[in-house]
């Protein structure tokens, strides 16, 4: 915060954005692309791709080599940044200054990290609002980041109508 006229003022310099390529990762790059116009701010998105703990397949018995799940790896991670790669130029070409990044882990625990290490001054998130079983037993990837977060979070609900 700064000191302007007597009163503190919120500066947003640098927005993360996590994005998972679902239909809400637009809207809420939409939002965020707005909001980044207003502070003047850049966004550096963040996609992050999570390998396995274990390879399963879906035939009883079938075998994956080590090669094999490496290629299909390597194919996720090229298909990743191609996507990634797309929404940067997206926000680009709206005039919005933009930094992208590929991680892998588990998501939360990759935004809070990446939110930590380059000083990130606010998080805009996009949650599908899951409840009932589904919240209970996987949580919500936006829910973790606004718990473990330093800096504020944003949290665009996947129901949000306006903007």
């Known amino acids: 915060m700064t000191q302007a006229t ?3 003022t ?3 310099k640098r927005i993360l954005v996590p994005i998972d390529f679902s239909e809400h990762s ?3 790059i939409d939002y965020a692309a707005k909001f980044a116009t207003f502070h003047d701010a850049v966004i550096n998105l963040l996609h992050v791709f999570q390998i396995p703990d274990y390879v399963a397949t879906h035939y009883q018995g ?3 080599r ?5 290629t299909h790896v390597n194919a996720a991670e090229r298909e990743a940044k191609d996507r990634l790669a ?3 130029k997206r926000l680009r070409n709206r005039g919005v200054q933009v ?3 590929l991680g892998s882990g588990y998501a939360f625990e990759e935004i809070v990290n990446y939110a930590d290490t380059w000083d990130i001054d606010l998080i805009i998130i996009g949650s ?8 209970l037993l996987l949580g919500s990837t936006a829910m973790r980041v606004a718990e473990n977060a330093r800096c504020p979070v944003l949290i665009i609900k996947e129901n949000t109508t306006k903007m």
Do not use: I
């Open 6 to 8: 007597g009163t503190k």
């Open 10 to 12: 919120l500066l947003f």
């Open 26 to 28: 637009t809207k809420t």
């Open 62 to 64: 079938a075998y994956l």
């Open 66 to 70: 080590p090669d094999d799940v490496r």
């Open 86 to 88: 797309d929404f940067e």
């Open 99 to 101: 930094q992208s990044y």
């Open 128 to 135: 599908r609002g899951s409840t009932g079983l589904v919240h």
